[in-house]
């Protein structure tokens, strides 16, 4: 077990933190593989899950908290078991953990990889937490041996995507939407 | 066979036309649902297909043509195994068919679906056939019951995409991309 800490702190080491939660009550709450998230400021705890259902209801709260539209949630349901790739951000408590980020991803798995729903709670938002969100979606994504991930992005998180790395419209190119009538 | 064929007129109207080889034929070597893709200037034929497989090295060679960075073909191959549509245009020939064309696309198969690689061969630009291509992919995602289809248009051909009815970089979104070093 101490191993398996000790590799998941090498694979993350942006997550590392000398105080937090055992790592087995993380992994009974919140599935295999998630991992505590830490920021300065503590007092609570927020936890990384790839593998803790959602409830689509909180899920689709939270979206729309960001200022995304409302979509049906049969619709949702589907898209996330098709995604390659959904990340949950969960503030903890033992009995009722509160989703408060979220990211997915779709592609085919080895050329491209394109990032949908990012969302942080607008109460959670500006202390780190969406740059840690995406460098572990960008980590996790690697790991699949995808070297090219793509999004669109909202004028509103131009500079936060800029600030991390990504190129924006690298070489002229525009973001091309159809729209069913 | 009689209905079939009216069905699948009236499925794809763009495509119709009053002389054309035999849907068996064109079953036959194409893979079923295939058709032909009829244009004013005839002599050849010209067929869509979503099932007839790809040589790789030739649909390597297609994308290379338009510009396209070459890729290792056992990551395309995983790549088309993952897509959810790949649509092939072929020049029609009974022994030895030659792909000009190609889309696939990637997603969840219900919100969001994202189209790459798009390629007509140069010899066959400006003919059309990029048009047609498009409207049969749309139709295609369309029939999964996805409302939008998204892309990453590069700066030749912008007009392209904006003369079909695509809107370019809605509410002043942007492409970001993120690459691996």
Same mark, same amino acid.
């Given at each position: 077990m101490i191993k398996d800490i000790a590799s998941r702190k090498s694979r993350f080491p942006f997550m590392r933190n000398s105080v937090g939660l055992d790592i087995d009550l993380i992994e009974e709450i919140y599935g295999k593989g998630s991992f505590e998230c830490h920021l300065p400021n503590e007092g609570q705890h927020f936890i990384f899950s790839q593998s803790r259902?959602?409830?689509?209801? #909180?899920? #689709?709260?939270?979206?729309?908290?960001?200022? @995304?539209?409302?979509?049906?949630? $049969?619709?949702? $349901?589907?898209?996330?078991?098709?995604?390659?790739?959904?990340?949950?951000? @969960?503030?903890?408590?033992? $009995?009722?953990?509160?989703?408060?980020?979220?990211?997915?991803c779709t592609g085919d798995g080895i050329l491209e990889a394109t990032v949908w729903d990012v969302a942080i709670s607008p109460i959670y938002q500006g202390s780190g937490f969406g740059k840690k969100l995406m460098l572990y979606v960008i980590k996790s994504i690697k790991e699949m041996g995808i070297k090219r991930i793509t999004l669109f992005a909202d004028p509103g998180v131009i500079d936060f995507y800029k600030s991390q790395g990504w190129t924006l419209d690298p070489k002229g190119m525009k973001c091309a939407f159809w729209y069913a009538n």
């Open positions: 259902p959602f409830d689509l209801i #909180e899920l #689709e709260q939270l979206l729309q908290s960001v200022g @995304w539209s409302r979509r049906p949630l $049969k619709r949702v $349901k589907k898209a996330l078991d098709n995604s390659l790739l959904k990340v949950g951000l @969960w503030r903890h408590d033992p $009995k009722f953990p509160r989703l408060i980020g979220f990211a997915r």
